[in-house]
């Protein structure tokens, strides 16, 4: 791995400290493309997943967010493109369809649902 996390000290509570892992959108998409097809995976399970792989307690859920919506607008311009679903980042495996998030997203839900139930069917 080229890429060194950046982990910054940060108040936990009236008296705590925690390190909070602030991850590069390279950590974010990784994690996306590991997560299984057709099955939607909570942001919070990626941002345990990214802490416990670099050693912190914490990974910053606004920076995750952050670089999943650009994610997905690079992702989806490159499928409106005609890229094949294949070789983009699945950002729809992050986002529930229900969630405000996704309709703030590009493609919105029904992408979102469409995206998820076609990896689904594949065998």
Do not use: N
């Amino acid at each position: 791995m080229s890429e060194i996390p950046t982990i910054k000290p940060r108040r936990k509570g009236r008296s705590g400290m925690q390190s909070m892992l602030i991850p590069s959108e390279q950590m974010v998409a990784e994690q996306i493309r590991s997560a299984p097809e057709g099955v939607f995976t909570e942001a919070s399970l990626v941002r345990r997943r990214l802490a416990a792989k670099y050693g912190a307690d914490a990974c910053c859920p606004v920076t995750v967010q952050r670089h999943l919506r650009a994610i997905a607008e690079f992702s989806f311009s490159a499928l409106e493109k005609g890229e094949p679903a294949s070789t983009v980042t699945p950002y729809w495996r992050m986002v529930d369809p229900a969630s405000l998030l996704a309709k703030r997203l590009a493609g919105g839900p029904d992408f979102i649902r469409q995206q998820l139930a076609a990896e689904r069917r594949e065998p």
